[in-house]
């Protein structure tokens, strides 16, 4: 019996085994942005349809429409091109574009008067939720769900947090806020932005305005989850969604973008909760 063995650093026919390196993709320290993969797939929320997640210049994120569209079918407002990762918002002086989601998503009115071949594309956006919903491969969120605000005074579902004095929406329960570094396996890091150790931020009632003081409502107070008091290295690890480990590993890649949203009372307005979430026994951010 021959051996296919190579421990002798020669394959069975006797020519030399190259040993295999893993390569270790890496982040060029001057990337604009520390996605591995520029484009994150995901799902709309709201119709189901695919998107691909980038960051904006002002590292806000986008969802863009997946496959780029001609652009003599799109409307100058609309155009977005992708350089370097990033997301900018005007064409890029090709035939080709981009264009948000929300232009076509059919869970929205469209937030101006579409093109015949967007009116097109946005009907089998429409078609293709009908499907899923049909299938039970997607169900809608109820933004004005009873049981949500309940469970919500307890554990709010998408917290308002103060970072470093802007005011973000958060994505998940303060508690739930994944790390989006990838670990050494190449995966997405489980461990949690709100550490078990350390400072933690503190639920507060503050004036329901805008953090930047664009907008007061007439509501009074609302529930903040305010980290302005932690030193300003710890506000930036929650500003760029990365638990204490990972910020200790800076050379580490991203494999999810942060998901806050700049926090604004009126598109947001059903996350504002007037009372603070009640104390939850053995959760020491609570106050
Ligand atoms: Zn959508
Ligand atoms: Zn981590």
Redesign the pocket.
Known sequence: MCSLTISSGRRWDGSPAAPRHLRALRVAADSPSRLLRTAQPSR??????R?DWYSRTDHRPI?LHPQELAAAAVPVSCRWHVDSGIAHAAGDGTRWCRIP??V?????QPTEPLTPQLAELRRR?ALR?RRLLDTGAFTPPAPSDPPVAEVSVCRPARPVVQILYGRYLAARPVDDIQCVAQTRRRRRCPHRVLAAEGPAGVWRLMPATAARGQLALPAADMAVYDLTHLPYAEQLRWRTQRCPAHVAAPAAADLALADWEVFDPLLHHQHIHARLPAAAPGRRDWP
């Not at 709309?44 to 349809?49: A, E, I, L, Q, S």
């Not at 076509?104 to 929205?108: E, F, G, R, S």
Request: proline share 6%; glycine share 6%.
């Open positions: 709309c929320r709201d119709c189901g349809n998107i969802s989601h929300l076509l998503c059919p869970a929205h956006l939720t």
